[in-house]
């Protein structure tokens, strides 16, 4: 079964400030990797995705995260936050049997 | 909004009660997943149905059972509930031709007391 770990629980910084967040997975086989985001009080979101093809995956919002296959990792990056960006980020799994396994999510505190 | 449907938004109810919550999934998605979000367990996958047969089961409860309809809606019947069970529950739905890819309901919030 494929578990997700993210290094960070709680993030705090200032608005223009660059932000990264860990995320490790252990799987042998073909995965799919995501990044969900949940503003207070809100659903998640889908912020992106990787598949396959270029391991620099960008998605909404300015975000962006690599793909490294020989770390297990897929870290998600904004080179500068806005207030806006306060929100619990997951990072999620899945493989071949559809179902996705997500990280204990890591809150981002933007300070403005 | 990812189209993805739940009622109500809200539950509370008592110990030993039962309750059902309600998914509609996105136009053309066949597949509805249910997860359960906790503090203490964070967010769990329960149950995949695929047009209206079960596909995958995850960490549900014996007490706890789904069933997709033909029009493709789901129902999560949760029974005999314990102050534990207490949590967000999310719908996602995906389509057949992406079933990779899941999109979320904004959830149900129920409280056991």
């Known amino acids: 079964a494929q578990s997700v770990s993210q290094h960070n629980h709680h993030v705090i910084l200032s608005e223009a400030a660059s932000l990264e967040l860990g995320c490790n997975y252990s799987?042998?086989?073909?995965?799919?990797l995501f990044w969900y985001v949940q503003y207070p009080g809100q659903h998640l979101q889908l912020l992106l995705k990787?598949?396959?093809?270029?391991?620099l995956v960008k998605g909404i919002k300015g975000f962006e995260a690599e793909f490294i296959k020989s770390k297990f990792s897929f870290n998600l990056r904004k080179p500068s936050v806005q207030w806006s960006d306060t929100a619990e980020y997951f990072c999620a799994v899945n493989a071949l049997d559809y179902k996705l396994s997500f990280g204990a999510g890591t809150t981002v505190t933007v300070r403005a | 909004d990812s189209g993805v449907t739940q009622t109500p938004k809200h539950l509370i109810t008592a110990t030993g009660q039962r309750v059902t919550l309600r998914c509609s999934p996105r136009s053309g998605d066949l597949s509805v997943y249910w997860y359960q979000q906790s503090l203490d367990q964070g967010l769990q996958f329960l149950i995949h149905?695929?047009?209206?047969?079960?596909?995958a089961k995850g960490n549900i409860l014996e007490r706890f059972s789904a069933q997709q309809f033909p029009d493709l809606h789901s129902e999560l019947n949760l029974s005999s509930l314990e102050l534990g069970d207490s949590a967000l529950y999310f719908c996602?739905?995906?389509?057949?031709?992406?079933?990779?890819?899941?999109?979320f309901g904004p959830g149900t919030r129920l409280t056991v007391t």
């Open positions: 799987y042998g086989g073909t995965v799919n």
């Open positions: 149905y695929y047009n209206g047969e079960e596909r």
């Open positions: 990787y598949f396959s093809g270029d391991p």
């Open positions: 996602a739905s995906s389509l057949p031709r992406a079933p990779y890819e899941q999109y």
